[in-house]
């Protein structure tokens, strides 16, 4: 198992009453009490104890959920604390219901030393208030042309490998990579992109970018890559995960992939599922994401995706950035939006409500499927588990901008859009990250 | 989030009612400027403010000119010399001029979408006159100003668009002003500068036959945009290549053609010289109308808050953006 950093804090004591217990992985719906001890989910029953000095709370109305995981977060960290930090990052993920993210190493400077990782590591450790690992970079400063010290990295604790950010240009490179790694049996995370046809670009090509204008590239940019990465991968026996698919055609050539037996896992993002290009006439900064928003039957495709388990895992690529660099006009804005505390109400209210996709199938993708993909201990409502959970009001609706982003950050996609559900309270390895249980049962907020 | 401001940031901002209206506005502006003193009262003690971040001959002398026979007290701001320089932001720039409380900011910038933020930054009307590759809609009132001029009228005439359309926002602002005012686009040029997606989004023909000019009543001729082209493009071959297959030259030109160009022309690319010098060439018939449109723009704006629709691109499309 990865190594995972939190501050080390008191362990709360804790017991919920009355709430719907739902983890679709243990099977587990019931309304029941669950008691936390030491950290640990001590009891689950119809009435649990009730030990000396512990936080009852009144979970009436509510689910318990299993804490959710995010394998793409860039908490900025080093070097970059002006656009996120450990606190203010892992803030924003329990504020979400997470409970375990996974970091990204295009910093400055970039994670690829021991020594650079070993900080980060501590850092969290310092910082963060959920369980926070880091990816660590597959070529020197992201540079494309030389591995980093995968050996070292990986016995430091890296949680995988990737130049998230940037695609892997070299074929030769990337052989190599998967080459290296695989005795390491760590995956190797992909960011899909041909360079030579997405230079210039700020957007999906199509209708609306021919209508703008703006520089645009296509789809098959993401695809070419997905497919040799695909082949890459099954001829070196490795593991690779590819990150945000965006293309009908990228999903089509995982599942060839899959049923050739490739070891290949892959995730979507909140804002690739519910939105189109067609948001980008706005012309707003927090519509520009690399990679862009597509079509809308790409759209539709990554949905299908998602239900048929093509698409194994949800993440949000949270990419925040400050103020001055996303209100400005659109070409000059950065790539990137934030995505830790809309996520799950998103796809509650885009996804499970006009029912496209179960919530259940929606949670594996936000616990299983990560945890599979980079060998996490998954957040299970079991006793004898870590405790991992969240405690959500599902009925709750409520307008993404109105209460403060805990975020250092607020370029979120979905600012002014209804969701709902609502994260109330978070447990993250036994420790109490997230408390807002005073804002239960407001019922319809936006 | 309307506050009732009225904007020329594009071509959706208008309607046909629009355009009738403001062509008619600029045809009462003809005698205006030809005359001994070429000044009327209208904008008396109104401010225009003209901030361009790009090089411009055309544009930015008509702007001006426009809003001093107007009468209206103009400042003219361009990039280079001013605080752009210092690496002062859009936001800061605009929330200074602002501060003179101008009713008019007219503005060209390099990257799309700076005349919405000027929209939204500042308290005045805005008039695009440029941003990037996205729109520059005082360019299609003015052209379809010259096309009516010339031919009588607009509806059915046949226009092919030539060239490079991908880099080019007076093809994207002349596609939709061409069809609301019922004129019939097809766009010709090599296919890598013609936008994928261009005939879904607007529903024009396109073509990558030199030949299908021949059915025009106007060959609209657009300019090679080198600056806007990365190294390692290829969009074309070579420019001479270029200028052998799809450029407008005398042979290529039908009796009863007209030619029209935005300006600048890279002579001997994309225009020959001897149809750019021509009787067939209207492009300084361009350029005076450029002046009169401009005045009609800036009338409009100020004087006609009632009547027809609302210049406003938010209440238009009701995309106006969060952030």
């Known amino acids: 198992?990865?190594?995972?950093?939190?501050?080390?804090?008191?362990?709360?004591?804790?017991?919920?009453?009355?709430?719907?217990?739902?983890?679709?992985?243990?099977?587990?719906?019931?309304?029941?009490?669950?008691?936390?001890?030491?950290?640990?989910?001590?009891?689950?029953?119809?009435?649990?104890?009730?030990?000396?000095?512990?936080?009852?709370?009144?979970?009436?109305?509510?689910?318990?959920?299993?804490?959710?995981?995010?394998?793409?977060?860039?908490?900025?960290?080093?070097?970059?604390?002006?656009?996120?930090?450990?606190?203010?990052?892992?803030a924003s993920g329990a504020a979400g219901g997470y409970t375990t993210i996974l970091s990204m190493p295009n910093t400055a400077p970039t994670i690829d030393t021991g020594t650079t990782l070993e900080a980060a590591l501590d850092r969290a450790r310092e910082m963060a208030v959920i369980q926070t690992g880091f990816l660590a970079a597959v070529s020197t400063d992201r540079a494309g042309e030389?591995?980093?010290?995968?050996?070292?990295?990986?016995?430091?604790?890296?949680?995988?490998?990737?130049?998230?950010?940037?695609?892997?240009?070299?074929?030769?490179?990337?052989?190599r990579a998967l080459q290296y790694a695989r005795p390491l049996d760590l995956p190797i995370a992909l960011h899909e992109e041909e360079p030579t046809l997405t230079k210039g670009g700020h957007m999906h090509e199509g209708a609306i970018s021919a209508k703008l204008g703006l520089g645009a590239w296509p789809g098959i940019a993401e695809t070419l890559m997905v497919a040799r990465d695909i082949r890459l991968a099954e001829q070196e026996d490795a593991r690779i995960h590819l990150q945000h698919i965006s293309i009908r055609e990228s999903i089509e050539e995982i599942a060839k992939g899959r049923e050739r037996g490739v070891r290949v896992s892959s995730e979507a993002s909140p804002h690739h599922l519910v939105l189109t290009d067609a948001s980008v006439r706005t012309l707003s900064g927090n519509f520009k994401m690399n990679?862009?928003?597509?079509?809308?039957?790409?759209?539709?495709?990554?949905?299908?995706?998602?239900?048929?388990?093509?698409?194994?895992?949800?993440?949000?690529?949270?990419?925040?950035?400050?103020?001055?660099?996303?209100?400005?006009?659109?070409?000059a804005a950065a790539f990137g939006v934030t995505g830790l505390e809309t996520a799950l109400p998103v796809l509650i209210q885009e996804l499970v409500e006009p029912g496209h996709v179960p919530l259940a199938t929606i949670l594996r993708a936000m616990t299983e499927g990560p945890c599979n993909a980079f060998d996490l201990e998954r957040p299970a409502l079991r006793v004898g588990a870590p405790a991992n959970l969240a405690i959500w009001d599902l009925e709750q609706t409520w307008k993404v901008g109105d209460k403060p982003f805990k975020s250092k950050s607020a370029n979120s996609c979905f600012i002014g859009r209804k969701v709902k559900g609502r994260c109330l309270l978070t447990i993250s390895g036994g420790q109490l990250s997230h408390d807002e249980m005073d804002a239960k049962g407001l019922g319809v907020v936006a | 989030?309307?506050?009732?401001?009225?904007?020329?940031?594009?071509?959706?901002?208008?309607?046909?009612?629009?355009?009738?209206?403001?062509?008619?506005?600029?045809?009462?502006?003809?005698?205006?400027?030809?005359?001994?003193?070429?000044?009327?009262?209208?904008?008396?003690?109104?401010?225009?403010?003209?901030?361009?971040?790009?090089?411009?001959?055309?544009?930015?002398?008509?702007?001006?000119?426009?809003?001093?026979?107007?009468?209206?007290?103009?400042?003219?701001?361009?990039?280079?010399?001013?605080?752009?320089?210092k690496g002062e932001s859009l936001k800061d720039t605009v929330r200074t001029l602002n501060a003179y409380k101008p009713n008019i900011i007219v503005i060209r910038h390099p990257q799309i979408g700076a005349a919405h933020l000027t929209a939204k930054w500042s308290d005045a009307h805005v008039v695009n006159a440029g941003d990037g590759k996205h729109q520059h809609p005082t360019q299609s009132l003015l052209d379809l100003y010259t096309i009516k001029k010339r031919?009588?009228?607009?509806?059915?005439?046949?226009?092919?668009?030539?060239?490079?359309?991908?880099?080019?926002?007076?093809?994207?602002?002349?596609?939709?002003?061409?069809?609301?005012?019922?004129?019939?686009?097809?766009?010709?040029g090599p296919p890598a500068l013609i936008p994928p997606g261009i005939e879904e989004a607007t529903g024009v023909k396109v073509s990558d036959d030199p030949e299908s000019m021949s059915e025009a009543d106007v060959i609209y001729v657009l300019r090679m945009q080198h600056e806007r082209m990365e190294p390692g493009q290829n969009f074309v071959p070579t420019l001479r290549e270029y200028a052998r297959t799809w450029g407008v030259n005398s042979r290529r030109v039908k009796p009863g053609q007209v030619v029209m160009h935005p300006g600048p022309m890279n002579r001997g690319v994309e225009i020959a010289?001897?149809?750019?010098?021509?009787?067939?060439?209207?492009?300084?018939?361009?350029?005076?109308?450029?002046?009169?449109?401009?005045?009609?723009?800036?009338?409009?704006?100020?004087?006609?808050?009632?009547?027809?629709?609302?210049i406003d691109f938010r209440e238009r499309t009701g995309e106006w953006g969060a952030a």
């Not at chain 1, 430091?156 to 490179?173: K, M, V, Y």
């Not at chain 2, 001006?64 to 752009?84: C, I, M, P, Q, Y």
């Not at chain 2, 030539?162 to 061409?178: C, K, Q, W, Y």
């Open chain 1, 1 to 90: 198992m990865t190594r995972l950093e939190m501050i080390p804090a008191d362990k709360a004591t804790v017991v919920i009453t009355g709430a719907r217990l739902l983890d679709p992985v243990e099977g587990l719906d019931v309304t029941a009490e669950l008691l936390i001890v030491d950290g640990v989910v001590a009891q689950i029953g119809d009435s649990v104890e009730r030990p000396e000095g512990a936080r009852i709370v009144d979970g009436s109305r509510c689910t318990v959920l299993p804490g959710l995981v995010d394998p793409h977060v860039h908490l900025r960290v080093p070097g970059q604390e002006y656009k996120e930090d450990c606190a203010t990052g892992s």
């Open chain 1, 146 to 175: 030389s591995l980093t010290e995968m050996r070292d990295l990986a016995a430091r604790g890296a949680a995988g490998f990737t130049d998230d950010g940037s695609p892997i240009a070299s074929a030769r490179l990337m052989r």
């Open chain 1, 291 to 331: 990679p862009p928003l597509a079509s809308d039957d790409d759209r539709q495709a990554l949905i299908d995706g998602l239900r048929d388990g093509i698409i194994d895992c949800i993440a949000t690529d949270h990419a925040p950035h400050a103020v001055h660099e996303k209100e400005v006009p659109f070409e």
């Open chain 2, 1 to 85: 989030m309307n506050d009732g401001r009225r904007h020329l940031l594009g071509m959706s901002d208008v309607d046909d009612t629009d355009i009738e209206r403001i062509l008619e506005t600029a045809a009462g502006f003809e005698d205006v400027v030809v005359r001994d003193v070429k000044k009327v009262p209208t904008l008396r003690g109104r401010t225009v403010v003209n901030l361009f971040y790009e090089s411009s001959t055309r544009t930015s002398s008509s702007f001006e000119l426009a809003a001093k026979r107007l009468s209206a007290d103009v400042v003219s701001v361009k990039a280079a010399g001013s605080s752009v320089d």
């Open chain 2, 151 to 188: 031919l009588g009228r607009l509806k059915d005439v046949k226009v092919a668009i030539v060239g490079d359309v991908l880099h080019s926002r007076v093809a994207r602002s002349n596609i939709e002003g061409f069809q609301m005012m019922g004129l019939d686009v097809t766009l010709v």
């Open chain 2, 273 to 310: 010289p001897d149809v750019a010098d021509s009787g067939v060439s209207l492009v300084e018939d361009q350029v005076e109308a450029g002046l009169i449109v401009r005045m009609a723009v800036l009338y409009d704006l100020m004087n006609r808050p009632s009547i027809g629709t609302v």
